[in-house]
């Protein structure tokens, strides 16, 4: 099915095909199966891991994900962090259905090598979204434990530093278009902007965040009516 798209051109109504119309996936934690639900375009069979079902839909799409710990899955950012989501090249929104209290996305911090404040190789930031997918939302989540990655770029650029920013969530180029809403960022640390670099809160809780630089909570952030 296409979406029926009306244009307003030199006086008139032009008329034509863009795109698909929108699918809502879904994820179940202890249920789903990213096989099977790869293999599903009707979006009706859920994935168990939301990096999977990130990785299968296209902009404008819908992921409700089901109640639980989701810290099985990871996406690799073109900085070669790693995130449990990475999210390019796509507008998504990704809502939980049962809340920030019930339905978690964890990192890691890096243990067992040099690392300084659980900043290291072996680390899991929570989310990154690349700076071609603004308007992403994200709601009803809580983004705990993650973490960033000690090593400078070469050029030293902020954009290059994304690896060391935002243990909970980055953003490239540290836009404001991607939201957080209605969640709870915890025990999450970087070099710099502990819980988030980049993006905007709104009813979000930051709480009991580090870093090892500079700002534990959020830095160069927009933040709504958060706490």
Request: hydrophobic share 40%; net charge positive; charged share 15%.
């Amino acid at each position: 099915m296409k979406k029926l798209v009306a244009v307003l051109a030199l006086g008139g109504w032009v008329f034509g095909a863009f795109g698909a119309d929108p699918i809502t996936w879904h994820v179940a934690r202890e249920t789903g199966d990213d096989v099977a639900a790869a293999a599903d375009p009707t979006g009706a069979t859920p994935f168990q891991s939301i990096q999977a079902a990130v990785n299968k839909a296209s902009s404008g799409d819908t992921i409700l994900v089901g109640p639980g710990v989701y810290d099985n899955v990871t996406g690799t950012d073109t900085k070669n962090s790693t995130n449990r989501v990475w999210i390019t090249g796509k507008t998504l929104t990704i809502r939980s259905t049962a809340g920030a209290a019930k339905t978690h996305i964890v990192g890691r911090w890096a243990t067992g090598e040099a690392t300084t404040n659980g900043c290291g190789a072996a680390q899991i930031r929570c989310v990154c979204v690349n700076s071609d997918s603004l308007g992403t939302v994200i709601e009803g989540f809580t983004l705990r434990d993650g973490a960033t990655r000690l090593d400078r770029t070469a050029t030293g650029s902020l954009n290059e530093d994304i690896p060391q920013l935002g243990g909970g969530l980055a953003v490239y180029s540290f836009k404001k278009e991607v939201y957080l809403v209605d969640c709870v960022i915890s025990n999450c640390t970087a070099c710099w902007g502990g819980a988030m670099r980049g993006g905007t809160g709104v009813r979000c809780l930051i709480t009991r965040n580090t870093a090892y630089s500079s700002v534990g909570g959020a830095r160069q952030a927009n933040l709504y009516s958060c706490v």
